[in-house]
């Protein structure tokens, strides 16, 4: 089991974000953010959507074409196969929270980088401190490395129990990859199981 290091001092201290008390409150904030460039190149900023008092999370790397367009996270194709990988383990979409590491989307969808992550990390640990999930699903290697830190491979990351600020993080591929290559659905299947029964066993 690896645990998520703490940041170094209080993420929040002499920070605004402290002061905003739900996720409604957040996305006036995001929607106003130009703490990097893609603040000034996105079509509409995605905040996240879903249960405010969610068990489950998921978090993605950041919005594409769709979710550019609709200011909704995962409406394309990645969307409707999570949706797909939800219902599998009987859960509607309704009942998780879903996000992304980035709010905005990132040029040709590329790789979220260094500065964009850092900009954009506040708005993410504030949406999780707030909703406080029983499980965390990092779906892809960029929002593992957001809330775990490190450069390890998603193989090595995968089949683990990790944590983030205590809560269990789940590792798995992102429903995009799948799309690219579906030889990866079976072991996502077996990781969206795993966070299923510590979901369960989180509710007992």
Same mark, same amino acid.
């Given at each position: 089991?690896?645990?998520?290091?703490?940041?170094?001092?209080?993420?929040?201290?002499?920070?605004?974000? %402290?002061?905003?008390?739900?996720?409604?409150?957040?996305?006036?904030?995001?929607?106003? &953010?130009?703490? &990097?460039?893609?603040?000034?190149?996105?079509?509409?900023?995605?905040?996240?959507?879903?249960?405010?008092?969610?068990?489950? =999370?998921?978090? *993605?790397?950041?919005?594409?074409?769709?979710?550019?367009?609709?200011?909704?996270?995962? =409406?394309?194709?990645?969307?409707?196969?999570?949706?797909?990988?939800?219902?599998?383990?009987?859960?509607?979409?309704?009942?998780?929270?879903?996000?992304?590491?980035?709010? &905005?989307?990132?040029? *040709?969808?590329?790789?979220?980088?260094?500065?964009?992550?850092?900009?954009? !990390?506040?708005?993410?640990?504030?949406?999780?401190?707030?909703?406080?999930?029983?499980?965390? /699903?990092?779906?892809?290697?960029?929002?593992?490395?957001? /809330?775990?830190?490190?450069?390890?491979?998603?193989?090595?990351? %995968?089949?683990?129990?990790?944590? #983030?600020?205590?809560?269990?993080?789940?590792?798995?591929?992102?429903?995009?990859?799948?799309? %690219?290559?579906?030889?990866?659905?079976?072991?996502?299947?077996?990781?969206?199981?795993?966070?299923?029964?510590? #979901?369960?066993?989180? !509710?007992?």
């Amino acid at each position: 089991m690896a645990e998520a290091p703490a940041p170094g001092g209080d993420l929040f201290s002499a920070d605004p974000l %402290r002061a905003l008390a739900t996720l409604e409150a957040l996305v006036p904030v995001i929607e106003a &953010c130009r703490k &990097c460039p893609l603040g000034h190149s996105r079509a509409h900023s995605v905040p996240g959507e879903g249960d405010a008092t969610a068990g489950l =999370v998921v978090v *993605g790397e950041a919005p594409g074409a769709t979710e550019d367009e609709t200011g909704r996270p995962f =409406v394309g194709r990645a969307g409707k196969l999570l949706d797909e990988i939800l219902a599998a383990i009987g859960l509607r979409r309704e009942q998780v929270f879903i996000c992304n590491v980035l709010k &905005c989307r990132p040029p *040709g969808n590329r790789t979220p980088e260094p500065l964009e992550v850092a900009a954009c !990390s506040p708005y993410l640990h504030r949406q999780l401190e707030l909703i406080g999930p029983r499980v965390i /699903l990092a779906m892809g290697l960029p929002a593992a490395h957001a /809330l775990l830190g490190g450069h390890a491979a998603l193989g090595e990351l %995968r089949l683990k129990l990790h944590r #983030y600020r205590g809560i269990p993080l789940i590792v798995t591929y992102h429903p995009a990859a799948l799309l %690219r290559n579906p030889h990866w659905k079976r072991p996502t299947w077996d990781d969206v199981r795993h966070a299923r029964r510590i #979901y369960d066993g989180a !509710s007992a």
